[in-house]
C-alpha cells in the first residue's frame, strides 16, 4: 500500500503532536502554520502541566486527563523540560473550608497525589506568598515552556520524516466533490500562492478552527474564549501556586525563569485575531495577584499577554463553566464531506491524547492499522527541530 499523506493545519501543539503520532504511524505528514510554529494560542499560554487538581471538584473528567498525560509527558518528555517544583495549593482564610475537604477527596478520586502541608511549611517553602492560608497541599503541577513543549513533538516528528511549512496559510480547500483532496495556500513571506494535496486533512487551527471549516461552510461549535497573565520582572514563587476555590479569575501564579506569572481571566470573542488584554483584566489581575504575594507592586510589570482557549461551546454555560475536555469531529459522519477532521477544545497537558484520538479516526478513515506509540516513545530535544 502507497504511504499515505496527510495535511495539517496549524503549527500549534496540537498540530505538531498529531505529526508527531502520525509519523510513528508511518503516514507522510506535512504541517502548514500561517506564522511561526505555536504563534497561536500554544506560545502564550500559562504552560501549567497540569495535574488535574484545579479540576479535580468541577470537571472530574478533565482532571483524570491531566494527571494521566502529566505522568506519561514526565516519561517521554527530554530531561529539563519540566521544572522540578511542585504545585501549590492553598485555602485561603475566610474560603470554603467545606470546597477544600471536596477538593482533597477529588484528588484522591482522580489519583492525584495532594500532600497535605502545613501553613508555617508554606511560609518556609514561599516566604513572599500570604500568611492568610488555613489548608495547603503539594501537587504534581509543574510549569513547562510552551514554545519547546510544542518544538519536542515537532522535532521528533521532523527527525522521523515530517515536513513544516511555517507562514503558509490555508486560503481554501480543494475538493473533489464532497471528498477534500488539499488545500490551497499563500506564502506570508513572498506572496506565492500554491497547493498541496493529501489523502486526508486535519483542521488543527486552535481557536480557528471554526474559521477555517467555514471555507467550505462547515460550523464548528466552539467558544473563543481568551485571557490575560501579567509578567512580573522577578521570580517571586518557587512553586505553581492555586488558590482551592472553584476554578475563577485571578486565580495562580507561578514562578518562569527569572519572572513571575499571574492569571488569569476570561471572557468571549468571536474572532481571536489581534487580541487586545483589556485594561480592568490586566487590574483585577494585578488586584487579585496581590492577595496571593502582597507585597507584588513592589516590582516591575515587564508585559502582558492575552491568548485564546478555544473550548468546546455547550448552550446556556459561561467560559468558566465549559469542559476543558477536547471533541474530534469527523466531517464525513456529521456533514457528509469526506477525508477532513477537526480537532477542537482541550489543553497544552493534554496535546498527546488529543491527537492520539484524532489519528486513531484518520488512520481508521486511510486504512491505517497502526497503533498509537506515542505514550511510550521518548521524545528528541526540541532543539533538533532546527539542527535536525
Ligand atoms: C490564557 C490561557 C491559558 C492557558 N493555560 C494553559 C495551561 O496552563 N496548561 C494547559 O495545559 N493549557 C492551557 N491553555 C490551553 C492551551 O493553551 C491550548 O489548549 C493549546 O495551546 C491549543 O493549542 P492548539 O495547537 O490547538 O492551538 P494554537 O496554538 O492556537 O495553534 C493553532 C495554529 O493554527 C494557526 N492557523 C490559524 N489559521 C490558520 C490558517 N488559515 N492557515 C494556517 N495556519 C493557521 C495559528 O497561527 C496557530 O498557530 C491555556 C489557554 C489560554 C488561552
Excluded at 488555613?134 to 513543549?149: C, G, K, N, Q, Y
Excluded at 488543527?204 to 461549535?221: C, D, F, K, T
Excluded at 507584588?296 to 463553566?321: D, F, M, Q
Amino acid at each position: 500500500m502507497a504511504t499515505k499523506q496527510v495535511l495539517v493545519i496549524g503549527g500549534g501543539v496540537t498540530g505538531c503532536a498529531i505529526a508527531h503520532d502520525l509519523t510513528l504511524r508511518g503516514v507522510e505528514v506535512t504541517v502548514v502554520e500561517r506564522g511561526e510554529l505555536a504563534s497561536g494560542t500554544t506560545g502564550r499560554c500559562s504552560a501549567f502541566l497540569h495535574s488535574g487538581s484545579r479540576y479535580a471538584v468541577t470537571d472530574p473528567e478533565a482532571a483524570d486527563e491531566c494527571i494521566a498525560e502529566n505522568q506519561i509527558m514526565r516519561k517521554v518528555m527530554p530531561s529539563g523540560m519540566i521544572e522540578p517544583d511542585d504545585g501549590l495549593f492553598i485555602l485561603l482564610k475566610g474560603d470554603d473550608p467545606a470546597y477544600a475537604d471536596q477538593w482533597f477527596q477529588g484528588c484522591a478520586d482522580a489519583g492525584i497525589t495532594a500532600k497535605e502541608i502545613s501553613p508555617a511549611e508554606v511560609a518556609r517553602r514561599e516566604p513572599l506568598v500570604t500568611r492568610e492560608i488555613s489548608r495547603a497541599a503539594i501537587t504534581p503541577d509543574a510549569v513547562i515552556e510552551a514554545l519547546r513543549f510544542a518544538l519536542v513533538f515537532a522535532a521528533t516528528a521532523r527527525v522521523n520524516g515530517a515536513h513544516f511549512l511555517p507562514y503558509s496559510e490555508v486560503q481554501d480547500f480543494l475538493m473533489d466533490a464532497d471528498r477534500v483532496i488539499g488545500l490551497k495556500l499563500k506564502n506570508r513571506v513572498t506572496g506565492e500562492l500554491f497547493e498541496l494535496r493529501g489523502d486526508a486533512v486535519i483542521n488543527a487551527a486552535g481557536p480557528w478552527v471554526g474559521e477555517i471549516s467555514s471555507l467550505i461552510g462547515i460550523r464548528i461549535p466552539l467558544s473563543m474564549s481568551p485571557g490575560v497573565h501579567v509578567i512580573i520582572g522577578k521570580r517571586l514563587v518557587n512553586h505553581t501556586i492555586n488558590l482551592i476555590r472553584k476554578p475563577a479569575s485571578g486565580d495562580f501564579a507561578y514562578p518562569q525563569g527569572p519572572q513571575t506569572i499571574l492569571g488569569t481571566t476570561s471572557w468571549t470573542v468571536e474572532n481571536c485575531d489581534h487580541l487586545r488584554a483589556p485594561k480592568e483584566h490586566i487590574t483585577n489581575t494585578l488586584r487579585d495577584g496581590e492577595v496571593i504575594i502582597p507585597s507584588l507592586r513592589k516590582y516591575p510589570v515587564l508585559s502582558v499577554n492575552a491568548a485564546t482557549r478555544p473550548l468546546i461551546a455547550k448552550p446556556g454555560a459561561n467560559e468558566r463553566e465549559l469542559s476543558r475536555k477536547f471533541e474530534v469531529f469527523d466531517h464525513a459522519e456529521i456533514n457528509g464531506v469526506e477525508s477532513f477532521v477537526t480537532i477542537g477544545g482541550g489543553k497544552l497537558t493534554i496535546a498527546r491524547a488529543m491527537a492520539e484520538k484524532t489519528c486513531d479516526v484518520v488512520c481508521k478513515k486511510l486504512g491505517v492499522d497502526a497503533p498509537c506509540r506515542t505514550a511510550s516513545t521518548p521524545m528528541v530535544s526540541w532543539r533538533r527541530f532546527y539542527v535536525g
